[in-house]
């Protein structure tokens, strides 16, 4: 009896074997996969500017950036003169922008004695009568382009010497935008 009984345990170890093999090969032809991938490419943001709105653009991350082109001389002035210069920016790359306009910041002894202001213009002509016809309300957003395609915006500053100039004193103003991508 004891061989019958082996003999029972061996159908029942092979049956149990040929069905998890059986098992093992159905559960193989049920097994699937799918993947996707993507791919993905940070923008470019690059704020330019130009003196003279039409070119010589370039980027100016660091103080004191451009130098200003003043229709008048700026080196002579005295009380209550007003001088202006045109700036013109830019968003070169692939990404449009918050714009900040930082106020102007004075130094030099006769930082106290200058007063600057910015207006926002249409075209690149910069004088008083450009300056007077400006809007105080300058823009808050900015469109990227490529450099031909970019629209620049054009800004008049204006700087007015105070009735306390101290003569032969140097003062400076430095104008400042920056733009975050949106």
């Not at 061989?3 to 069905?19: D, M, T």
């Not at 920016?89 to 600057?116: H, S, W």
Request: glycine content about 10%; hydrophobic content about 40%.
């Amino acid at each position: 009896m004891e061989a019958s009984r082996r003999n029972k345990i061996y159908a029942v170890l092979a049956g149990g074997l040929v069905l998890g093999v059986g098992a093992a090969v159905t559960l193989a032809a049920w097994n699937d996969s799918e993947f996707a991938t993507g791919t993905f490419t940070a923008g470019s943001f690059d704020l330019q500017g130009s003196t003279d709105g039409t070119s010589g653009w370039a980027s100016h991350d660091t103080d004191p950036g451009a130098t200003l082109d003043f229709t008048v001389d700026a080196d002579n002035l005295a009380p209550e003169d007003s001088v202006y210069a045109l700036y013109s920016i830019r968003l070169v790359g692939t990404t449009d922008g918050d714009l900040t306009n930082v106020a102007p910041a004075t130094a030099g002894a006769n930082a106290a004695n200058l007063t600057a202001e910015t207006r926002l213009i249409t075209g690149t002509t910069c004088d008083a009568t450009t300056f007077a016809a400006g809007s105080a309300t300058l823009p808050t957003t900015i469109a990227a382009g490529t450099a031909s395609t970019a629209v620049p915006i054009n800004y008049c500053l204006e700087v007015t010497a105070g009735t306390d100039l101290v003569q032969g004193a140097e003062g400076t103003v430095t104008w400042q935008w920056t733009a975050a991508s949106q």
